[in-house]
Nanobody, 114 residues
Framework: VQLQASGGGLVQPGGSLRLSCAAS????????MGWYRQAPGKERELVAR???????IWPDSVKGRFSISRDTAKNTVFLQMNSLKPEDTAVYYC?????????WGQGTQVTVSS
């Protein structure tokens, strides 16, 4: 499974970004697909994912601001990020789980700064 992430960039606090992750195979066949992030000096953390078609948002710090959606016709998962804060600055990685293996996209940098 190949994953191509895009949509990162520099945004001011309070702004929005939408990340996209296109998969090389049908996403309905994947066990799990979503987004992680890793800030400098911190461990990678789960942000949002689809598991068996059901979406979940983690952690509490992004609930109400981030949402995950998907377009099964385009095999793409999106992460909509609103009301961005400086602490959301990180490299965001797309992840898929299939046949007990993890697959990662190349990461896209999100920087929230004035």
């Amino acid at each position: 499974v190949q994953l191509q992430a895009s949509g990162g960039g520099l945004v001011q606090p309070g702004g929005s970004l939408r990340l996209s992750c296109a998969a090389s195979r049908s996403i309905v066949t994947l066990n799990d697909m979503g987004w992680y992030r890793q800030a400098p000096g911190k461990e990678r953390e789960l942000v949002a994912r689809f598991t068996s078609g059901v979406s979940t948002i983690w952690p509490d710090s992004v609930k109400g601001r981030f949402s995950i959606s998907r377009d099964t016709a385009k095999n793409t998962v999106f992460l909509q990020m609103n009301s961005l804060k400086p602490e959301d600055t990180a490299v965001y990685y797309c992840n898929a789980k299939y046949n007990r293996r993890d697959y990662w996209g190349q990461g896209t940098q999100v920087t929230v700064s004035s």
